[in-house]
Structures are given as C-alpha cells and as structure tokens.
C-alpha cells in the first residue's frame, strides 16, 4: 500500500510538472504571435460568461 501511494504522488507531481511547462511554451508561443491578439480573443470568448474576471487577468498579465 505504501509503495502504491507514494507511485502515485510521483505520478501526479510529474503530471503538475509536465502541465505547468506545456502552459509556459504555449505562453512563449502566443507571446511571439503577439499577445494583444490573444487578449482580444479571450475577451471575445468570455466576454459573455464572466468578462470581469477575465480582464483582471489580462491587465495583470500585460
């Protein structure tokens, strides 16, 4: 029982780890296309699902 719960908090610290690379390269990615692009788009998105949260976001990110 040990082994197999310390396999999975392996498992899952590797799977957080991999999740939180790819999210930087798609970041670098979108960065390099031009990030004003992309805000405007996910303000289009989510503009009718919660369009004040978003934009807080984006103006901590820019």
């Given at each position: 029982m040990?082994?197999?719960?310390a ?18 390269i ?37």
């Open positions: 040990i082994t197999n719960i396999l999975w908090i392996i498992v899952g610290v590797l799977v957080v780890i991999i999740g939180f690379l790819a999210l930087l798609i970041g670098t990615l979108r960065n390099i296309r031009g990030t004003s692009d992309i805000m405007r788009d996910i303000n289009r998105e989510y503009r009718g699902y919660d369009g004040k949260s978003i934009n807080k976001v984006i103006k901590k990110t820019n």
